[in-house]
């Protein structure tokens, strides 16, 4: 079975830097997708960032990037310039590319609470 | 944009109760999904569809029980409500295909006393 760890549970940034959350996973499948997710006090998960395992070009999204290594299964993503509503849970998720049933579900981490100094 | 409705944002049960847990969605999507969240145990998959009366059970089923009579509406029901389902809830939807992303309701904190 699938699982994904992030070995943070807290994380603290001054506003304008940079901060780089951990997460790996552990999969025998060679074809998958990497999300990260961002839950801010509102409660309303919202989709970050997204990798396919078969890309080997890092995402990136504005401020937000990805330094995906296939082999050591590590997906960290990376918030430059933070900003104060950068603030929230960010959740790592995994999901296979195979097949349907529940293997078509997300597998998350457990979570990251990232704070931002003014 | 894709809407993700969840019926309630917070609600107190007693124990005992039968709850029901509502959610629907505008965007005609297949799958649908029901996780609970609890700190320092990141999102738990407990049921979710794939289709209209289709349902497979997650990680975490037991005391839960689903509902799927209409492609936009899917129904998370505690049969018999107790202190340890006091949690957050929430609801995902996704298109079938390889490359498609989830979308979440607001979440619906539960309290059961």
């Known amino acids: 079975a699938q699982t994904v760890t992030q070995s943070q549970p807290e994380m603290s940034v001054q506003e304008a830097e940079t901060v780089t959350l951990s997460c790996t996973y552990d999969?025998?499948?060679?074809?998958?997708?990497l999300f990260w997710y961002k839950q801010p006090p509102s409660r309303q998960m919202i989709l970050v960032i997204r990798?396919?395992?078969?890309?080997?070009q890092n995402a990136t999204e504005n401020r937000f990037s990805v330094n995906f290594q296939k082999a050591a299964k590590s997906f960290s993503l990376k918030i430059s310039d933070s900003q104060l509503g950068d603030a929230a849970m960010y959740f790592c998720?995994?999901?296979?590319?195979?097949?349907?049933?529940?293997?078509?579900?997300?597998?998350f981490g457990k979570g990251t609470k990232l704070s931002v100094k003014p | 944009d894709v809407k993700v409705t969840q019926s309630s944002r917070y609600l107190v049960k007693r124990t005992g109760e039968k709850v029901f847990l509502e959610c629907v969605q505008d965007?005609?999507?297949?799958?649908m999904f029901w996780y609970r969240q609890d700190p320092g145990l990141g999102l738990r998959l407990i049921y979710f569809?794939?289709?209209?009366?289709?349902?497979e059970k997650g990680d975490i089923p037991e005391g839960y029980s689903v509902s799927r009579e209409k492609k936009e509406r899917f129904s998370l029901i505690l049969e018999s409500a107790s202190t340890n389902q006091t949690s957050m809830y929430l609801c995902?939807?996704?298109?079938?295909?390889?490359?498609?992303?989830?979308?979440f309701g607001q979440g619906t904190r539960l309290t059961v006393v």
């Open positions: 995902a939807t996704r298109a079938t295909g390889a490359n498609t992303e989830a979308f």
């Open positions: 999969t025998s499948e060679s074809d998958y997708y």
């Open positions: 990798q396919e395992a078969y890309k080997q």
């Open positions: 998720a995994y999901r296979s590319a195979v097949g349907g049933g529940s293997q078509g579900n997300l597998i």
């Open positions: 965007m005609d999507h297949e799958n």
């Open positions: 569809s794939y289709d209209v009366k289709m349902k």
